[in-house]
């Protein structure tokens, strides 16, 4: 099983671009999740789906939009991309939703926007 | 969810036991408290996760007293590869949607 991946693993944006970051899994798990963690912080979560055809907001979902056509895949957006943008992007997965229930991560996207 | 404490920053040496504490006085009935390691430019790792009493597995031991009011993970005899981010989190095994992770406590392991 090769677990959670996501494409690219790092990629140089200017101002006003676009992108689509990708995040596979093979666990089949119903839940996925994509945050972000900025220099010394912990992750922030920005959107999530709890199924197949589902997506909702997380902490931090403004400039940023998602879709899970695939159970298996979870497409995070940046339709406009700003400086303020510039971070690490991590998706992971789960069973389950919640706190309590074990995420796997995937190994990143690391995002420039210039 | 419940709110969770933990310091900022540990120093330790190899070879000794490094307790790190985690401080969640609003924890409901039914959450259950985990814990995650981050080594850098990497994804978080699940550790360990326990509701109660004391839980160990290959990688460390998790203390929870009788009022889960906090909790302590147990890492024995570090070594400079245990240098990571750990997490703690606190919420339900099923039914919650979202997830909250702290700032974390950085672990600085010296040889």
């Known amino acids: 099983n090769a677990g959670v991946t996501q494409t690219p693993k790092f990629r140089v944006l200017k101002t006003g671009q676009s992108m689509t970051l990708l995040c596979a899994q093979d666990?089949?798990?119903?839940?996925m999740y994509w945050y972000r963690q900025d220099p010394g912080m912990g992750l922030r979560l920005i959107h999530y789906s709890v199924g197949e055809g589902t997506t909702a907001k997380g902490e931090v979902p403004d400039g940023y939009n998602v879709s899970r056509l695939k159970k298996q895949n979870f497409l995070l957006g940046l339709e406009s991309a700003a400086p303020s943008q510039t971070s690490v992007y991590f998706c992971a997965s789960s069973y389950q939703g919640g706190s309590g229930n074990e995420q796997f991560f995937g190994p990143g996207t690391r995002l420039t926007v210039l | 969810l419940a709110k969770t404490t933990q310091p900022i920053s540990m120093d330790s040496y190899e070879g000794q036991e490094v307790n790190i504490t985690c401080s969640h006085n609003n924890i409901a009935t039914n959450d259950y408290i985990t814990w995650y390691q981050q080594f850098p430019s990497q994804g978080p790792r699940f550790i360990i996760q326990g509701y109660k009493t004391k839980v160990t597995n290959e990688v460390a031991s998790l203390f929870i007293p009788a009022d889960r009011k906090s909790s302590t993970l147990s890492l024995p005899r570090v070594s400079l590869s245990d240098t990571a981010v750990y997490y703690c989190?606190?919420?339900?095994?099923?039914?919650?949607?979202?997830?909250?992770f702290g700032a974390g406590t950085r672990l600085f392991v010296k040889a």
């Open positions: 666990m089949n798990h119903e839940y």
């Open positions: 989190l606190v919420g339900l095994r099923a039914g919650g949607f979202k997830t909250i």
